[in-house]
């Protein structure tokens, strides 16, 4: 058995966000993450998510790529 | 005066008698008239042989300890009695010492005499003929008769055992000088030989008189590299006979990168040498590196590329350009229709950092993508990740030879005596001089049963739960105020540190709270956390147990602190060492195999960055990462990604949840994969592009210490391309021209794009040996041990480390926990080892299992069962074991039709997506048949040879199939 594509990306950022959840600046350490290892495709299918029903995110998940969904649609070239 | 003390400007082509003495004091002596400054202790064998005056000598050997008892290598010393041995004798100030003369050579004629009254006279016959100690030295003394006759009581019609598949001994041989016992004791500590009876009955046996194969004997080679007559003789030598020359090279099997000499006739390994100049092996090796080499020539390698439209059809033998082409076509096409992102390519962490850096510049300035990834993602990926955020290197901080200097070894979810079977030999010799050892695993290894060892800690920790023990480890650490706080204060982030200490201070770490999730009493977690914390030099080993979980990353920080934080960092004798799995995991890392991080773990975000590595390949360059391997799969079962290029990796055998690995292969559009084997993969590909073998090509490898060794090419590549060669045809069929002549090349521009290699040319190899990187202006002759004066990040990070259990849980439908590993004989997917004789200790992957739980299932050692997860099922034959605790059980996936990683889950690490193959919640039952897997794998094995026949008989060839396993 196997999980959908989506399916599979909720639960890795679910995973990241319960990772980092003890830190005090933990949304924006998950952000990080997903910035620096997310592949351009699974971000955008996270934030499509997240913007279309987001309720199998955790709340630590949902803030972390609300704040992806802002610095990708900021102007790029900016990712450093 | 001739001065000696470095170690170095000794030749390792040399055998000068006894180890070399460390000492800085000097001491001056005189032989033959020369005089001689060597470091104290010394042997005045040893000092007469560095002097170049070589004393004749049967049982002394440079990497043995002096044993005294062939009195061939007596001398006379001035103002003392007698005869002395010179192996035994150290030097002392002032001494004159005489090698030569008519008393000493009439002795040594004597000996000889003895000797050769019970050794046959076959010389010429002898498979030892030309490379034969006792041979020599009959020479050396000038030996012309032998008084006694032969008609005496000898030892001429005994036995030869032939049960051990590589190496014969014949006893009749035997000169009893006991270098075979003694190699076994103090190079590989197995201790499998004795010298049996008393005087003239003494004999060499193994184990207790049994056959080698009987024995606990794990067929290193040591004591047939130690023999100095054709008592202990490789087969390969008997058969063949003696080689003609040599070439150093880098061993292709584990990340402990042994350097050998090939020994060779013309282009045919005679036998491989593990070299002593290697600085990670000393001359030592393990069986598969001395002996399963065989691989190379076996018929079923590939010799000529292959193509077809779908994976129901026949092969068809193809030329190189008809398949690159066709191959590249496939690629543009498949580009254009669905898009630049479609495609993507792996990396192998078998082949050269020259390979893995050309596959990776092909997906990123070819493809126009960032989808590259290494199998390191299914072993070290975490490592990578945890290790930069701690210390500020993706690598290991030691040399293999910092061990020697450890007083407490933390072996955690490593295996080394199996996985990494030299280095474990160094580590037993330092357990052996007294060093603690504490091992943290759920299985009982050979490890803990290190003869002349006593007192390891063994803390068997239930699967799963490693984040749980290391913050367990720690809290008694700092609760017991046993930290390092000059280091703390000096070397960390203070910060971080703080936030840290609050966090692992709370008392949900205790080893007495923490007892319910790891099930280890709490008393041995605090004895275990004070004997590394109190040690002078505390050194943490691990391996795949760490990453392979959900927590890899996690854990490995979890290491990173405790090291910090008992200033185990920096010196020699400490550190945190990952153990590599494959020979080159450390180089396909570095290489930029990730699909975030361009050569030497630069992110491609970094517009700096990116702006060099596009002036140098003239290509814009993606700075978004590409998909890693899962993603690549979840992407092609979706129907996003459509091609893919892989170059010596079957990841149909080695990655979890098999059945989805297939289903993702199935999906593909076109399956590029370059292999010396029919692999598992290959099964599901469009096109099959014949790889070479370590043997066949010139590169670079990348140990587990840094440390970047050399292959070099011994034979022409079977199919007439060396790896690199094949990705730069088809880089150049795509239209992005890459050219080069010779992998030396590749290296001088990884060295001007990567800042930790500038150093590094293979001219500067060749003068060094070896380099552990980095390797620069800095650091011209490398960096053996990392972090001395500070971290690449400036201050060590510790790293909030909380335990989050993994979802793979006991419960009452799947009640026992699987993990999975290797054993000595086979290596990883066993492609290589399965084609050779080391068979013959592992010819099927088995489930092991506690006696209670075998008991439970009705189930009897070699009854077959089955194993099921939430995955997929199989059938293994049951090993009834206790060094299984209970409720855990374990297989190994070295065998195809196994199927062990049909019942392994996607449950994989948080940070890095590395597969938790080590839980695995399953349920065991008896079973009478194959599973559904198993059944279906077999007959898709059946018709995919049947199809490579096809190719083949189509162009007038006899093919041979092998049958992986039944």
Redesign the interface.
């Known amino acids: 058995?196997?999980?959908?594509?989506l399916d599979?990306l909720i639960h890795?950022a679910n995973?990241?966000a319960?990772?980092n959840?003890?830190?005090?600046d933990a949304a924006e350490r998950i952000h990080t993450?997903l910035?620096?290892?997310?592949?351009?495709?699974?971000?955008h299918q996270i934030i499509d998510y997240l913007r279309e029903d987001g309720s199998q995110l955790s709340p630590l998940a949902r803030q972390a790529i609300e704040q992806l969904a802002q610095s990708q649609a900021d102007a790029?070239?900016a990712?450093? | 005066m001739l001065q000696y003390f470095d170690p170095k400007h000794v030749s390792p082509e040399r055998d000068y008698g006894t180890p070399a003495r460390l000492s800085e004091t000097l001491v001056s002596l005189e032989i033959d008239g020369t005089e001689i400054r060597v470091p104290e202790g010394t042997s005045v064998l040893r000092a007469a042989a560095l002097a170049d005056i070589n004393i004749p000598k049967l049982c002394a050997s440079d990497n043995l300890e002096a044993f005294g008892s062939c009195r061939l290598c007596a001398v006379q010393i001035e103002g003392k009695r007698g005869l002395p041995a010179s192996c035994t004798t150290p030097v002392e100030n002032g001494m004159k010492v005489t090698t030569q003369n008519s008393r000493l050579a009439k002795l040594r004629r004597n000996v000889m005499e003895l000797y050769i009254s019970d050794h046959p006279l076959d010389c010429l016959t002898c498979p030892a003929n030309g490379d034969c100690e006792l041979q020599d030295m009959a020479g050396a003394v000038g030996l012309r008769e032998v008084r006694y006759g032969f008609d005496g009581d000898n030892h001429l019609a005994a036995e030869t055992d032939d049960s051990n598949p590589y190496f014969s001994f014949d006893p009749s041989k035997c000169i009893v000088c006991s270098r075979c016992v003694r190699a076994c004791n103090e190079v590989q500590g197995t201790f499998a030989l004795t010298i049996e009876g008393r005087g003239f009955d003494s004999k060499v046996a193994a184990g207790q008189s049994e056959a080698f194969m009987d024995s606990e004997c794990v067929s290193c080679g040591a004591c047939v590299q130690a023999c100095p007559t054709s008592t202990l003789m490789e087969k390969s030598v008997i058969e063949q006979g003696q080689p003609e020359h040599s070439v150093i090279t880098t061993c292709a099997y584990c990340g402990v990168g042994c350097s050998f000499k090939a020994e060779m006739q013309g282009d045919r390994v005679v036998r491989m040498v593990p070299y002593k100049g290697g600085d990670a092996n000393h001359g030592h090796s393990c069986v598969k590196g001395r002996f399963a080499f065989g691989y190379a020539t076996h018929p079923d390698r590939l010799k000529t590329p292959m193509i077809r439209e779908s994976i129901d059809q026949p092969w068809r033998e193809v030329g190189w350009e008809e398949a690159i082409t066709f191959a590249a076509e496939r690629l543009k096409a498949i580009q254009a229709k669905y898009g630049r992102e479609s495609i993507g390519g792996i990396t192998s962490s078998r082949c050269t950092n020259e390979e893995t850096y050309l596959v990776q510049k092909l997906v990123r300035a070819a493809f126009r993508n960032n989808n590259t990834d290494t199998c390191a993602r299914v072993c070290h990926s975490p490592t990578g990740f945890g290790l930069k955020a701690t210390l500020g290197e993706s690598a290991g901080t030691q040399t293999f030879d910092s061990v020697m200097k450890a007083d407490a070894i933390v072996v955690i979810g490593a295996n080394p005596t199996d996985a990494h079977p030299v280095f474990a030999s160094q580590m037993r010799k330092r357990l052996r001089q007294g060093a603690e050892l504490i091992v943290v695993d759920p299985r009982r290894i050979d490890l803990l049963k290190t003869p002349h060892h006593r007192g390891a800690q063994h803390l068997a920790l239930r699967p799963g739960t490693n984040v749980a023990m290391v913050n367990a480890l720690a809290h008694v650490v700092i609760s017991e105020g046993l930290e390092d706080r000059e280091f703390i204060a000096k070397r960390c982030d203070e910060s971080g540190y703080q936030a840290w200490r609050e966090f692992i201070l709370e008392e949900r770490h205790s080893p007495e709270n923490v007892e319910a999730i790891t099930g280890v009493p709490a008393e041995q977690v605090r004895r275990a956390a004070r004997t590394y914390a109190n040690a002078a030099n505390g050194a943490i080993y691990y391996g795949l147990g760490v990453t392979e979980h959900s927590q890899g990353s996690s854990m490995v920080m979890g290491i990173a602190n405790l090291a910090l934080a008992t200033g185990n960092i920096g010196r020699e004798g400490v550190g945190v060492n990952p153990l590599r799995g494959q020979n080159n995991v450390q180089g396909s890392c570095d290489m930029g195999s990730f699909p975030h991080e361009l050569p030497g773990y630069q992110h491609v975000s970094d517009p700096a960055v990116r702006e060099r590595f596009e002036a140098a390949w003239g290509v814009p360059i993606d700075d978004e990462p590409g998909l890693r391997i899962p993603n690549m799969f979840d992407a092609a079962v979706s129907g996003e990604f459509k091609a893919l290029y892989v170059q010596g990796e079957d990841i149909a055998q080695s990655d979890p949840n098999t059945q989805h690995v297939e289903l993702a292969l199935r999906s593909l559009e076109c399956l590029i994969v370059q292999d010396i084997f029919l692999n598992e993969t290959a099964k599901f590909a469009h096109v099959l592009l014949p790889g070479s073998s370590f043997l066949e090509k010139d590169g670079t490898f990348t140990n587990a210490e840094r440390r970047i060794n050399r292959v070099r090419k011994v034979m022409p590549p079977l199919a007439g391309k060396q790896d690199w060669e094949v990705t730069v045809d088809l880089a150049n069929a795509l239209g992005y021209p890459m050219h080069y002549d010779h992998p030396a090349q590749i290296m001088d521009e990884i060295a001007t794009l990567t800042p930790s290699f500038t150093g590094v040319s293979y001219a500067r190899l060749d003068e060094l040996g070896s380099i552990q990187w980095p390797c620069n202006e800095a650091y011209p002759k490398g960096m053996p041990t990392m972090h001395i004066e500070d971290f690449p990040i400036g201050l060590g990070q510790f790293a909030i480390t909380d335990y989050v259990a993994s979802e793979e849980r006991s419960n009452r439908r799947f009640p026992l926990l699987l993990t999975t590993g290797r054993i000595l004989s086979q290596y990883n997917v066993g492609a290589q080892t399965r084609r050779t004789d080391n068979q013959a200790w592992h010819d099927e992957d088995v489930l092991e299992l506690h006696p209670t739980d075998a008991e439970l299932r009705g189930v009897r050692d070699g009854d077959w069962v089955g194993i099921t997860s939430r995955a997929g099922q199989t059938v293994l034959r049951a090993r009834v074991s206790d060094r299984m605790p209970p409720g855990v059980v374990y297989t190994t996936f070295h065998h195809p039709g196994s199927g062990a990683n049909v019942i392994t889950t996607d449950s994989s690490d948080w940070a890095t997506n590395c597969p938790e193959y080590k839980v695995t919640a399953v349920q065991v039952e008896k079973v009478s048949q194959p599973s559904t897997w198993q059944r279906q794998f077999q007959s898709f094995d059946r018709l995919q040879l049947e199809l490579l026949r096809g190719g083949k008989d189509a162009a007038g060839k006899q093919p041979s199939a092998e049958r992986a396993n039944e």
């Open positions: 058995m196997s999980r959908s594509q599979t890795m995973q990241i319960i990772n959840a003890h830190y005090a993450h910035k620096k290892f997310w592949a351009r495709s699974m971000k790029r070239p990712s450093a």
